[in-house]
């Protein structure tokens, strides 16, 4: 793999990294969510488990892409 794009494949986990943890936080630190709904225990745990899924989700999604590039590009 060329040297930039490995740069862009690092730059992009570190932006996955950074928006999950940036939700994360925002998860745990709100009390009253978007709806004005207060959020309990139970719920900040919810939430915080259907964002580690979506982030589980995708980064499948992106080893499938992955493997599939490079089995397209074998010669």
């Keep these: 793999m ?3 794009k ?3 494949m690092v730059g992009l986990e570190s932006l996955i990294l950074f928006i999950y ?3 994360c936080l925002l998860i ?6 978007g709806n004005g709904i207060y959020q309990t225990v139970t719920m900040k ?3 915080f488990l259907y964002w580690t899924f979506g ?4 980064i499948c999604c992106q080893l499938a892409g992955i493997i ?4 397209s590009h074998e010669k």
């Design 28 to 33: 745990f630190i709100r009390s009253i969510d």
């Design 45 to 47: 745990w919810t939430s």
């Design 6 to 8: 490995k740069r862009l």
């Design 68 to 71: 599939l590039w490079k089995k």
């Design 21 to 23: 943890l940036d939700g």
């Design 2 to 4: 060329v040297t930039w």
């Design 55 to 58: 982030l589980i989700f995708l």
